[in-house]
């Protein structure tokens, strides 16, 4: 593994994540300052949707835009099944193993021009991506010009009830780092406030295992 440096390496992109992706395994962590580590579960990121990632998909409804979908395991179990879909992720590490399993994506921003704005089904932010940017208010807006009228959000929050903002960077605990970036964590409850300011309807939340889900509702209507 070449170790890359803050200065050089995007994050996600050219650092650990990329190397992490195309080994199918860790060790993965972000990084904060102060050595706070957040494990990040690669192999089952490249592993096929399991039966939590089942229960979110059960309540997707019409076409489904998965927002950093990573290696590409939801947009595959939906392709598979005659879904329209389509993943959007920074990291085209991720996003050319995506397409190895069938899964359509494209290597942008959620902050970028997007096909069919404004006309999707059901958005997905899981395994945590509601932190992306690190700005939940500005991704949630964001992705209220991406859905249908009344479209639905899915969100995978944290299990603790936190609601915080940090600057990371991707570490494999070996030395190699990505460069800093903003991120979020936010729990249910967190997940729900933020929504409720910026357009969507809480309408359920859930829980399989350890991991924690909320159904949103867009209300504006454009």
Partial sequence: M????PDTAPPWCADPYADAVRRERGPLFLRRADGWLLPLEVERWCAGADAADLSALHRCEGSVLDIGCGPGRLVAALAAVGRRTLGVDVSEAAVDRARSLGGPALHRSVFDPLPEEGSWGTALLMDGNVGIGGDPRALLARVSQLVCPRG???????AQDVDERVEVRVADGQGATGSLFPWARLGVRAVERHARATGWRPIGRWGVGERRFVTLRLRAVR
Avoid at 2 to 5: G, K, Q, W
Avoid at 152 to 158: G, H, Q, S, T
């Fill in 2 to 5: 070449t170790t890359t440096t």
């Fill in 152 to 158: 639905l959000l899915i969100v995978e929050a944290v």
